[in-house]
């Protein structure tokens, strides 16, 4: 059964810093894209940040350029988003996800809640 | 890369077929047979329930249908039940530099 099973969310002051954390199990992670998409509390759904199964292609949503680093570790069947100089539009529930085929996700995690306020 | 276009909220009656658009570009939703559908139920992680245009999980029922005519994909739900109450978003492949395209979500009612 395929699992995702993040952690590191938590309440931080504007411009401080926060090491989201996704176990994975179940499946080959080092053969998927993984990714991760946010949602903000009543809102839709955002791609915030992949990185291919080797490392050797990221991407980074535009909001966020600059403030992210997206990181797995195969060895582990982990992967990791540091996200620096956080914003109160950066609150939202970030959900570790697993790629499938071209531009859609098959498996989500239950997500860890990011909320940012002084 | 803007989200794709879907209306606020559909709604139907128990028994009826509804039907959700998803307006994209020829850059997203009209250049690629990748558009997928979602599911997600109040308080829940969303669920995959259409991928490459009209393709099924295993496991979703086939009252869940997809199709595509030139940028607006659309996903057709037959035989409403009241579970069927959610909020559904699109998802399509794009040739710009993001991994992909969500749109702004449609909330179902069932009546």
């Not at chain 2, 607006?72 to 992909?100: K, M, V, W």
Request: a neutral charge; proline letters at 3%.
């Amino acid at each position: 059964e395929v699992q995702l099973v993040e952690s590191g969310g938590g309440l931080v002051k504007p411009g401080g810093s926060l090491r989201l954390s996704c176990a994975a199990s179940g499946f080959n992670f080092s053969n998927y894209v993984m990714h991760w998409v946010r949602q903000a509390p009543g809102q839709g759904l955002e791609w915030v940040s992949s990185i291919s199964g080797t490392s050797s292609h990221f991407y980074y949503a535009e909001s966020m350029k600059g403030r992210l680093t997206i990181s797995r570790d195969n060895g582990k069947d982990s992967l990791y988003l540091q996200m620096n100089k956080l914003r109160a539009e950066d609150t939202a529930l970030y959900f570790c996800v697993r790629g499938h085929g071209y531009g859609s996700v098959d498996y989500w995690g239950q997500g860890t809640l990011v909320t940012v306020s002084s | 890369q803007s989200a794709l276009a879907q209306p606020a909220s559909v709604s139907g009656s128990p028994g009826q077929s509804i039907t959700i658009s998803c307006t994209g570009t020829s850059t997203d939703v009209g250049g690629y047979k990748y558009v997928s559908w979602y599911q997600q139920h109040p308080g829940k992680v969303p669920r995959l329930i259409i991928y490459d245009v009209n393709n099924r999980p295993s496991g979703v029922s086939n009252r869940f249908s997809g199709s595509k005519s030139g940028n607006t994909a659309s996903l057709t739900i037959s035989g409403l039940q009241a579970d069927d109450e959610a909020d559904y978003y699109c998802g399509s492949y794009t040739s710009s530099s993001t991994p992909g395209v969500f749109g702004t979500g449609t909330k179902v009612t069932v009546l």
